[in-house]
């Protein structure tokens, strides 16, 4: 099982985690409160984890145009 980084606005893939290597704790995903780990976590139909985050363009495009979260995808 592998722990992939996507982006939840333009879905970019960010990199992969091989999980044998590390552990969800040692990520800090047990600090996340159920909610949070609600909208950030998925997994996969392959047993993967997905951990949904913000890529540095989409961040850089919210600080500049906060008003673009109002919408459903910031990239139209």
């Known amino acids: 099982m592998a722990i992939h980084y996507v982006c939840r606005h333009c879905g970019h893939a960010l990199g992969s985690i ?32 997905q951990a949904n985050v913000i890529c540095e363009h989409c961040q850089e495009t919210i600080n500049r145009h906060p008003e673009l979260l109002l919408q459903s995808s910031i990239l139209q």
């Open 18 to 49: 091989d999980q044998k290597l590390v552990t969800e704790e040692s990520l800090g995903f047990h600090h996340l409160t159920h909610a949070e780990r609600e909208s950030m976590i998925t997994y996969r139909e392959d047993g993967d984890l």
